[in-house]
């Protein structure tokens, strides 16, 4: 019997941009994922037990940018590692161990992106020690060089195409033989000794279709055992584009960036890896940490990296039964910015300012009955040295921290005098929205003292919400899954 055990979903916004890439977990808190199905949910496997915890990312940047600038010049691009537990277990509230699984278990890693992004990587895992050393697992995959057609010049692998939208994609049959040392070095890591692990791999496989629309899988297996697979579909994606802001007539004093909201049908790449170390046995509870490396190889260009404002075009609400708004061929599902704000303590009788933080202000146009909704958003770290995330803002309360009662699709007007509590415990203190503004064009809310004017000029970033989370099946006896 097979058990494919999906957690709670981590998600994480890529801004893939000309000049950087932020990785922001969205809306969840990551530690103890303990809860899991397995089957009918209405009567659970009890002999399957498996959690996986998503802990912590190292940087919220990747640069848009060819790996290597100049022949002989430094990099660019910095590898970001992602942390992860996976267990043969289940967590108690207190963080002990709870059920054990009785079954043998295969544990995998997958990585749902968008195909323009998780296309260009290049990915390793390591496996960290219990006294914190990385131990290399895997050599470095360019998933590029398993997707399209190359040829080999002086025992290198080179692209068939240099240019990225030209390339084709491979067609590796019932399965080719892949050197992974044949692979140009993107910063791979070694085994600790100095050696790079290298692997012949058995390539099987295709994508069908053009770079804007394919389909199909791939699979890369070694004698070892360990196992990549990329599957192409097309997905409706919602992504964002990013456009400067700054002070009118002022170019060199900037503001947060205005992020146009969009939809668009796109390929999407979901990756599995899966190693003979992320096998446990049932019966004796186990937890084993994996860290994924993730490098951007090339510069991706398209039409909505190369795109200007135009300030023609109308952020306004939308009246009922507007056609929607369009930007390159996706309709605009609205658009958010981030601002400063002021943090109160409010255990006093009058409020006390306690600092300053970031929020989020995001419009979601509704086309079908006219005007839009607002959600703001906390944005900070959810632990030391983590890189900075969004979690919602839903609980507002008056200054004596009575309920502020805001009416059902209340505007910016209605915040103006309350303070807000995020998801994440309310630990950043009450948020005060006072002079906070929804419009992209001025820095606070009409008639706020010292108000700005900003210009929005090129597009500098592109955000896309991606997936990383766990999958366990139960071990067949023969040691093949079934």
Known sequence: MKNNNFKKIPVIRYLCCLLFVCALFTGVTFSRYTDF???????????????????????????????W???????????????????????SAEGGVNIISEVNLDGTLRFYAPA?????????????????????????????????QLNENEGVYEYAQQNRPDRVFADHGAGISFDTSKQKDFDERTDGGGNYVNEILTLSGGFNG?????????????????????????????YSVGFSRYYQNNQSNSAPMLYLDCQKEIPFYTIDISLPEMSFDGGTAQEKTFV?????????????????????FDLSDPAKGDLPKTFNGATVTGYHFDAKASVYNLDGETPQ???????????????????????????????????????????????????????????????????????????????????????????????TSGNVTFEISKAMSKG????????FIQSAESGEGV
Not at 39 to 65: K, Q, V
Not at 221 to 232: L, V
Not at 464 to 471: G, H, L, Q, T, W
Request: with cysteine; glycine share 8%.
């Open 37 to 67: 199905t397995s089957g009918d949910i209405n009567t659970p496997l009890t002999r399957f037990a498996c959690s996986y915890e998503i802990e912590d990312m190292s940087a919220a940047t990747f640069s848009n940018a060819d790996y």
């Open 464 to 471: 896309y919400a991606v997936k990383i989370n766990a999958v």
């Open 292 to 312: 994924l490396f993730l490098t951007v190889v090339e510069k991706t260009t398209n039409d909505d990296f190369l795109s200007t404002w135009d300030n023609s």
């Open 353 to 447: 300012l306690d600092g300053e933080t970031t929020v989020r202000v995001k419009k979601t146009y509704d086309y079908a009955n006219g005007g839009s909704k607002i959600n703001f958003f906390h944005i900070a770290p959810l632990s030391e040295n983590a890189a900075s995330v969004s979690h919602s803002i839903d609980d507002f309360f008056n200054a004596d921290k009575s309920d502020a009662s805001l009416p059902s699709g209340f505007s910016i007007k209605d915040v103006q005098g309350v303070f807000g509590l995020c998801s994440n415990g309310g630990t950043s203190g009450y948020i005060s929205f006072a002079g906070i503004t929804d419009d992209p064009y001025r820095k606070y809310y009409e008639g």
């Open 210 to 238: 053009s770079d804007a629309n394919h389909s199909g899988i791939i699979t890369a297996q070694s004698a070892d055992g360990n196992k990549i697979q990329i599957s192409a579909a097309m997905e409706t994606a919602s």
């Open 69 to 91: 600038l100049l022949s002989g010049t430094g990099s660019m691009n910095t590898a970001r590692t992602v942390r992860f537990k996976m267990r043969n277990h289940t967590l």
């Open 116 to 148: 323009e992004f998780a296309g260009n990587l290049a990915v390793q895992v390591a496996e960290e020690t219990s006294e914190g050393f990385y131990v290399t697992k895997t050599p470095q995959y360019v998933l590029g060089n398993l997707i399209y």
